[in-house]
């Protein structure tokens, strides 16, 4: 079910400092990584002192005599609200990946509604005295300051909080087929905990657990549990509940509320990876608890309400683009222009999405996925492809509101028939409208073959499970970062 790498066993690398750094602060980062909560203190000392520095800058170039008095609405107000934002949204807790895009778009959402709320709390309060006159100067230009610092701050911080992460250690109670493809999936991510895989039922011991170059499995479960301190981050169960022994269970349960965080295999991947497990789902996996889509779902009304503006927008505002690029296909390759194809939308239903033509006059009636370096794209189509060009024409789909902006790729029906006759859990992808870009479109690159259907379907399926205002903002990002790098294929 997952990709074969050549693995090799995560080992523990030494931690090394730069001396010039480790003076000014790498020591204090190192001495504050053994208590979470002390650097969590540090990042709110940071924020609040950013905050500080900028408004005060602001307030000496305004030279407005009636900003003496503003002090509490000006600074304290919104500094307390942009930090009880920040907490809500998880930043400044040194377990969570606070760099990279995933973290930058919470944390600019988070800044962007901690500004409005404060804005509505300091000019509703101010307007009932006549003395005090908050500058809406100082006010934006505070929030628009505060990003880049305190973002910068967490840059220079969360490299020593990691590196101190990578001296611990991550029980994984399995030695099957489910251990086999969390290790080689744990692999290919940027996790630097060790792992030790124990096996609960005795049978495996001395084995290795995914062949050649991997961990030894080992036994003596409950006494290494009973033995966990602050060398271990978690303990992740690899095993389905009923095989294990109802002690080991009890403990289990009793270990995540003391000592340190217990995972499934579902909630491990999702949290630290922002995916699911395909192979740990069951038929009624869509019935359980914490599903956004379903039809009552409020923000379904405002996405579509955004796709319509956006849609409408767009194709007004690159009317002149549009034209270029159809221009230069028929130039480049003749007629048509455009690419029409059957796709499968919402509930199995079929609709036919448009596409500019990136490949050959006749190439449609070839294999059904394109490979890398595919010979039957033309030179005009491959830069298209890269900066999503080509999927402009979209828009009108997502007018008709058979698309979406965001959301899992619309396949073709051939493609479509083939993988559900493979994946049993395929046909959960279709319970949300397709997008033109989405969750797997910018974590993995365009699939070709059945190990990459299942590795986009765990990205797909976290959307499905997870998909709001904060996640479709983080795609959003990530495709500006796909189609300025030209990432895409």
Request: with cysteine; aromatic share 10%; hydrophobic share 45%.
């Amino acid at each position: 079910m997952s990709q074969a790498i050549d693995a090799k066993p995560p080992t523990t690398a030494p931690v090394t400092t730069d001396p010039s750094a480790g003076l000014a602060f790498g020591g204090i980062a190192s001495a504050v990584a053994s208590r979470r909560w002390l650097a969590g203190g540090m990042l709110l000392v940071l924020d609040l002192a950013c905050f500080y520095v900028v408004h005060r800058t602001l307030v000496a170039l305004n030279f407005n005599e009636f900003l003496a008095g503003a002090f509490v609405p000006l600074f304290v107000v919104p500094a307390v609200v942009t930090v009880s934002a920040l907490l809500v949204i998880g930043g400044y807790d040194a377990r969570n990946p606070l760099r990279g895009v995933a973290y930058l778009s919470e944390h600019i959402l988070a800044v962007v509604a901690a500004a409005v709320l404060s804005a509505l709390v300091v000019y509703t309060v101010t307007s009932f005295g006549q003395f005090i006159r908050p500058s809406r100067f100082v006010l934006a230009g505070t929030f628009a300051g505060f990003v880049p610092l305190s973002l910068l701050g967490r840059a220079l911080l969360m490299p020593r909080l990691e590196a101190h992460r990578a001296r611990k250690t991550f029980l994984v109670l399995g030695a099957g087929q489910a251990a086999r493809m969390f290790y080689e999936t744990y692999q290919t991510k940027p996790n630097s905990q060790r792992l030790v895989f124990l096996d609960p039922l005795e049978r495996r011991v001395g084995e290795l657990v995914a062949g050649k170059g991997s961990p030894m499995i080992e036994g003596g479960t409950l006494a290494r549990l009973r033995a966990l301190g602050r060398e271990h981050d978690g303990v992740i169960v690899a095993e389905g509940a009923a095989d294990l022994p109802a002690e080991l269970r009890d403990n289990l349960v009793r270990i995540h509320f003391e000592k340190v965080p217990v995972y499934t295999l579902e909630t491990f991947f999702e949290t630290h990876w922002r995916m699911v497990p395909v192979s740990a789902l069951n038929p009624f996996w869509p019935l359980q608890m914490g599903f956004q889509f379903t039809r009552d779902y409020p923000y379904l009304h405002v996405k579509r309400g955004f796709d319509l503006a956006f849609a409408a927008g767009a194709l007004a505002v690159l009317s002149p683009v549009l034209l270029l690029v159809a221009a230069a296909v028929l130039i480049g390759s003749g007629r048509p222009v455009i690419f029409r194809q059957r796709r499968v939308g919402t509930g199995g239903r079929p609709f036919t999405a448009l596409k500019f033509r990136t490949m050959r006059q006749g190439s449609e009636h070839g294999a059904p996925t394109t490979a890398e370096r595919d010979p039957r794209i033309t030179r005009l189509g491959r830069f298209l492809r890269r900066t999503r060009l080509d999927e402009l024409p979209q828009l009108w789909n997502v007018l008709k509101g058979e698309m979406s902006l965001i959301g899992p790729r619309a396949e073709s029906a051939e493609c479509v028939a083939e993988y559900e006759a493979l994946i049993p859990s395929y046909h959960l992808r279709h319970l949300v409208k397709p997008g033109i870009t989405g969750w797997a479109q910018v974590n993995y690159p365009y699939g070709a073959n059945y190990a990459d259907a299942i590795e986009k379907l765990r990205y797909d399926l976290y959307y499905i499970r997870h998909h709001s205002l904060r996640l479709d903002a983080m795609i959003v990002l990530k495709t500006v970062q796909v189609m300025v790098s030209a990432r895409g294929r």
